[in-house]
Nanobody, 126 residues
């Protein structure tokens, strides 16, 4: 069982930056693909970014590509999402999620992730 805890969401002005963190419990963090998803009020959950267990080959949604960087520190069992040039449409609850790297599934498909954090609110004011 893996527990995920997100932190460092908050209120930021448009154009600003945030770095979200997600700390994982357990000793098997390096065997997991890690992703970030978000859900805005009244909208479906959507993929934001994901990274493989080695920390390379990141993937991004088109909506955040060029403005965001996903990274991980396996020694700290933590995954990060740095977001720059934030827009009001980035306002959402952000969730980190994990799944075993051995699972053959699209990296951006939330339905294939097994573990989820409780979410952290990001609000971008105009």
């Amino acid at each position: 069982q893996v527990q995920l805890v997100e932190s460092w969401g908050g209120l930021v002005q448009a154009g600003g930056s945030l770095r979200l963190s997600c700390a994982a419990s357990g000793s098997t963090f390096s065997t997991y693909v890690m992703g970030w998803f978000r859900q805005a009020p009244g909208k479906d959950r959507e993929f934001v970014a994901a990274i493989n267990r080695h920390g390379d080959s990141p993937r991004y949604a088109d909506s955040v590509k060029g403005r965001s960087t996903i990274s991980r520190d396996n020694a700290k069992s933590t995954v990060y999402l740095k977001m720059n040039s934030l827009k009001p449409e980035d306002t959402a609850v952000y969730y980190c999620a994990g799944r075993l790297a051995l699972k053959v599934a699209p990296i951006g498909s939330g339905s294939h992730y097994d573990y989820w954090g409780q979410g952290t609110q990001v609000t971008v004011s105009s």
